[in-house]
């Protein structure tokens, strides 16, 4: 059983100081709730991971390169950025 409650104070934790890392952890919350079949919050933390994303810089491999391996049994890809956040989200409507 995935502890959503620890993911999201990561998340709450990192927003203000470190947005990059912060999107990882929305894109896991958006994940985690799209397994559980809640599409309503999964939407609304696949929208704010693109959010993040959309502040930082996403230009280069580098850049878009996962900070996390496995968050809560949610394995982030390797390379990671809004689009990857749209796809893997889909068909729920961001």
Partial sequence: MSDFNAV????????GSNPREAAEFAYVLAM???NAGNDQEAARFGKEAISLFDQCEMESMEQCAAVNVVVEGIAL???IHQQVVRNRLDPIEL
């Fill in 8 to 15: 999201e104070e990561k998340l709450a934790a990192l927003r």
């Fill in 32 to 34: 985690l709730h799209k």
């Fill in 77 to 79: 890809p390797s390379l």
